[in-house]
Antibody, heavy 128, light 112 residues
Framework: QVHLQQSGPGLVKPSETLSLTCTVS????????WTWIRQPPGKGLEWIGN???????KYNPSLKSRVTIEVDMSENQFSLKLTSVTPADTAVYFC??????????????????????WGPGARVTVSS | QSVLTQPPSVSGAPGQRVTISCTGS?????????VHWYQQVPGTVPKLLMY???NRPSGVPDRFSGSKSGTSASLAISGLQAEDEADYYC????????????FGGGTKLTVL
């Protein structure tokens, strides 16, 4: 059974870089896709980006210029870095296992992603 | 504004059936991308409820069912129970801007 444990600072100053780590147990990070999702206080879910088992990444276009997701196979963990943060980046950040892949729809190979399980969430506040 | 549109709230009495809609467009649900659903009890972590439109993960009661047609999808919950009170989110994929994962804005289900 896969288990995700998150770590990282709960308070980040404006203009600085938010860094979070998700440590995986029960699966190898090299065998699956992994994703980051956030939820601002009282609001809905926003997908941040994911990393494939070949190291390729895909990011939310609204965050792409500020986001980096990487995998550390030696530690069996993956990480999120979000640069130049503002108070609007205050949220609970979740890591999750990404059941991503490809399926044939109307004769075209089409990507899909869904997420299970999710990490416990890390509350990050951006404030000076 | 979320790419996928859900009603902010729905409600029903115990035992009743409710449905939650998720409306997209030709670049996401209408393009054939699968729809997935999550349940989030307040203060807890979202949990996968339905994947690939109408597939229930192990442990999810068969009171929950999903469907998809055209540019919309729906989650139906029959035999409502108090424990079903939660926020529900749909999720799919959008082919615009190089392709990315999209969520609905969420629907708060209240069991009366």
């Amino acid at each position: 059974q896969v288990h995700l444990q998150q770590s990282g600072p709960g308070l980040v100053k404006p203009s600085e870089t938010l860094s979070l780590t998700c440590t995986v147990s029960g699966d190898s990070v090299s065998d699956y896709y992994w994703t980051w999702i956030r939820q601002p206080p009282g609001k809905g879910l926003e997908w941040i980006g994911n990393i494939y088992n070949n190291g390729n990444t895909k990011y939310n276009p609204s965050l792409k210029s500020r986001v980096t997701i990487e995998v550390d196979m030696s530690e069996n963990q993956f990480s999120l870095k979000l640069t130049s943060v503002t108070p609007a980046d205050t949220a609970v950040y979740f890591c999750a296992k990404d059941f991503g892949g490809w399926t044939m729809i109307r004769g075209v190979m089409t990507p899909y992603d869904y997420f299970d399980p999710w990490g416990p969430g890390a509350r990050v506040t951006v404030s000076s | 504004q979320s790419v996928l549109t859900q009603p902010p709230s729905v409600s029903g009495a115990p035992g009743q059936r409710v449905t939650i809609s998720c409306t997209g467009s030709s670049s996401n649900i209408g393009a054939g991308f699968d729809v997935h659903w999550y349940q989030q009890v307040p203060g807890t972590v979202p949990k996968l409820l339905m994947y690939a439109n109408n597939n229930r993960p192990s442990g999810v009661p068969d009171r929950f069912s999903g469907s998809k047609s055209g540019t919309s999808a729906s989650l139906a919950i029959s035999g409502l129970q108090a424990e079903d009170e939660a926020d529900y989110y749909c999720q799919s994929y959008d082919s615009s801007l190089g392709g990315f994962v999209v969520f609905g804005g969420g629907t708060k289900l209240t069991v009366l």
